[in-house]
T-cell receptor
Framework: EAGVAQSPRYKIIEKRQSVAFWCNPISGHATLYWYQQILGQGPKLLIQFQNNGVVDDSQLPKDRFSAERLKGVDSTLKIQPAKLEDSAVYLC????????????FGSGTRLTVV | DAKTTQPPSMDCAEGRAANLPCNHSTISGNEYVYWYRQIHSQGPQYIIHGLKNNETNEMASLIITEDRKSSTLILPHATLRDTAVYYCIGAGGTSYGKLTFGQGTILTVHP
């Protein structure tokens, strides 16, 4: 099966600019996740969707981050305005709903804010 | 989600078995033990998961103690390509499948 697709692969922006990341999950996977991974740390969950509804966004900095998943398939994550500390890899993952299923991760988008 | 404890780093000789331990003493009865690994510059890769019984697939074996307070991931014949960060995660039950990653174990396989 095709994997989780993410774009762009790399992005460099200046602080206070905006940026958007795109994710296309595996076909049929109802659950979609966005993770942030800062260098040297494990991935941190930002938001979890079940179909097009938000299940958990407790760790999403909502003053600057937003995410949507229209029609329960593709998803976009936006940062506006970006800060230096947002420099990280943004990973998208998808899975079947519920416990007991593994995630499939995309290769991520490496964001550098200068 | 259950808190897990892993050694920060381990070494293994190529061709030998790599045994990666994980403590998860606070795991609840309906939480699974998941193992993922992350090779440099790639997204995490699912390896294996289990609830109570030992599990084996083409990548690895997972041994879970009877009291479920700890587990061991076994890579039977480690290769240089197995060098990665390995994450042990307890999740499931009411967390709706959400995975919370810790720092993991950096496994280095030597020639």
């Amino acid at each position: 099966e095709a994997g989780v697709a993410q774009s762009p692969r790399y992005k460099i922006i200046e602080k206070r600019q905006s940026v958007a990341f795109w994710c296309n999950p595996i076909s049929g996977h109802a659950t979609l996740y966005w993770y942030q991974q800062i260098l040297g740390q494990g991935p941190k969950l930002l938001i979890q969707f079940q179909n097009n509804g938000v299940v958990d966004d407790s760790q999403l900095p909502k003053d600057r981050f937003s995410a949507e998943r229209l029609k329960g398939v593709d998803s976009t994550l936006k940062i506006q305005p970006a800060k230096l500390e947002d420099s990280a890899v943004y990973l998208c993952a998808s899975s079947r709903p519920g416990a007991g299923y593994g995630y499939t991760f995309g290769s991520g988008t490496r964001l550098t804010v200068v | 989600d259950a808190k897990t404890t892993q050694p920060p780093s381990m070494d293994c000789a190529e061709g030998r078995a790599a045994n990666l331990p994980c403590n998860h003493s606070t795991i609840s009865g309906n939480e699974y033990v998941y193992w993922y690994r992350q090779i440099h510059s790639q997204g995490p890769q699912y390896i294996i998961h289990g609830l109570k019984n030992n599990e084996t697939n083409e990548m690895a074996s997972l041994i879970i103690t009877e009291d479920r307070k700890s587990s061991t991931l076994i890579l039977p014949h480690a290769t240089l390509r197995d060098t990665a960060v390995y994450y042990c995660i307890g999740a499931g039950g009411t967390s709706y499948g959400k995975l919370t990653f810790g720092q993991g174990t950096i496994l280095t396989v030597h020639p």
